[in-house]
């Protein structure tokens, strides 16, 4: 069974454009999370989709969004992009982000702004 | 809101030692998920070990358990007989288990880097 995977796996862009990054969970999950990681904040939570919707939010600006579409798969979008969202942005993927789910990560997008 | 603390940034141990990695947490609720996450150089964060509130048995999965301390809010992991492949950064996380989207989220601490001496 194939784990969950992010797309693309690093890129650089330039300070003011967006980004797009892509997840697909694993087969049959329907919960989809992101989460970023830098040096000095650590892993924080973004959001999270079930079936479409997001279900909770992280404390992050407008300018991070995301959504999931019906066969699971998940975009999230960093607009304005400032030199502070250099970071590695993990995604990870449940069955249905209930309690005794086993919540798996994939690889993660390495994103750096210059 | 919940926070978990891991105070020791790094720790180093002899292959074939133990080690324990040390990890508290803050929390008014009182049933809830505890998580120890592997993040080796690939960055893909990898379960290593669970326990849930409301048992009172330590978890173990292999050469790993915990030693958990509902009252004193401290859940630390244990690796015993460790490998050149433990080498990595550690997370300890907490996960409400409130019956609601709102435990879809985990809660994680600043990691420890666990080297490992041949």
């Known amino acids: 069974k194939a784990g969950v995977t992010q797309t693309p796996r690093y890129l650089i862009k330039t300070r003011g454009q967006q980004v797009t990054l892509s997840c697909s969970p694993i087969s049959g999950h329907r919960s989809v999370s992101w989460y970023q990681q830098t040096p000095g904040q650590g892993l924080q939570f973004l959001f999270e989709y079930f079936s479409e919707t997001q279900r909770n939010k992280g404390n992050f600006p407008g300018r991070f969004s995301g959504r999931q579409f019906s066969n699971s798969r998940s975009e999230m979008n960093v607009s304005t992009l400032e030199l502070g969202d250099s970071a590695l942005y993990l995604c990870?993927?449940?069955?249905?982000?209930?309690?005794?789910?086993?919540?798996?990560f994939g690889e993660g997008s390495w994103l750096t702004v210059v | 809101a919940q926070t978990v603390t891991q105070s020791q940034p790094e720790m180093s141990v002899q292959e074939a030692e133990t080690v324990t990695l040390s990890c508290t947490y803050d929390?008014?609720?009182?049933?809830?998920?505890l998580f120890w996450y592997k993040q080796p150089p690939s960055r893909q964060m990898i379960l290593v070990i669970r326990q849930e509130a409301y048992k009172q048995q330590n978890a173990t999965e292999n050469r790993f358990s915990v030693n958990f301390q509902k009252a004193a809010k401290s859940f630390s992991l244990k690796i015993s007989d460790s490998q050149l492949g433990d080498a990595a950064m550690y997370f300890c996380?907490?996960?409400?288990?409130?019956?609601?989207?709102?435990?879809?989220?985990?809660?994680f601490g600043k990691g420890i880097t666990l080297s490992v001496r041949p």
């Open positions: 929390t008014s609720e009182s049933d809830y998920y």
């Open positions: 996380a907490y996960r409400s288990a409130k019956l609601s989207g709102a435990n879809s989220k985990l809660t």
């Open positions: 990870a993927s449940s069955l249905q982000g209930t309690r005794a789910d086993t919540i798996y």
